[in-house]
């Protein structure tokens, strides 16, 4: 019985965090149907405002202006589309009903440099939240986690990492190596250092992939791999 109750009472204090951080989502939205009017300005290779946010029912009129050469915009599920070339008079405008919730993505729609790929921006359209869905694999890693390491502990031979081994040691320069103190130091302190700056960027920087370091880091790598 002891066992279930310290399985249970993280779970507990999860749903009951889960509701608490829904409650001021509910509570703060605002009445839908109005009338949201957002200019847009487009150059390379990224538009401003990066993000947009309004509520469900909303009549959302957007203005694209473009600053140095000819931009496009296009909204993903609304089908909403637009054209601009610089100091065009008047600036080309659409008029929607953002009647579908969620997080949608803007993109040019015309080839204006070697990032051009990278520029988009979001329109948020509330109620909007995945924490329902993030606490939800939180859950299920952590109870997976749970489960696979009893398992382990009781029997041994199911530990998949049982029976294989490889010492690097046996290299003696890398023997050697690693015995240096300032060798921990020399790994861990720029390693540190760039990722305090990938974490800040991802969580505090712009949302545009090609103005974001974190977003550009990821690509990086995933090209690189």
């Known amino acids: 019985m002891k066992k279930y109750r310290q399985l249970l009472t993280p779970l507990v204090a999860l749903v009951i965090v889960t509701v608490l951080a829904l409650i001021p989502t509910v509570a703060l939205s605002r009445s839908a149907g109005a009338t949201r009017e957002f200019t847009l300005h487009a150059k390379t290779f990224e538009y401003t405002p990066r993000q947009i946010r309004v509520n469900q029912g909303d009549r959302v009129k957007l203005t694209l202006i473009a600053d140095d050469v000819t931009h496009g915009f ?6 909403v589309k637009l054209e601009a070339e610089p100091r065009q008079d008047p600036a080309p405008s659409v008029e929607f009903i953002a009647d579908k919730t969620g997080l949608f993505r803007y993109r040019c729609t015309v080839v204006c440099g070697p990032l051009h790929p990278f520029m988009q921006g979001e329109l948020v359209v ?25 398992r382990w502990v009781t029997d041994p031979r199911n530990d998949p990492r049982a029976g294989w081994r490889f010492e690097l040691t046996r290299f003696k320069w890398l023997d050697n190596l690693f015995k240096k103190r300032w060798f921990q130091f020399a790994l861990f302190v720029p390693n540190v250092f760039f990722f305090a700056v990938i974490m ?13 370091f974190a977003i550009i880091y990821v690509w990086i790598v995933w090209w690189a791999a």
């Open 126 to 150: 509330e109620p909007y939240s995945k924490l329902p869905v993030a606490w939800g694999f939180t859950i299920l890693i952590a109870l997976g986690s749970v489960f696979a390491s009893r």
């Open 74 to 79: 296009v909204l993903e599920t609304y089908d």
């Open 200 to 212: 800040i960027a991802a969580f505090f920087g712009s949302p545009v992939g090609n103005a974001n």
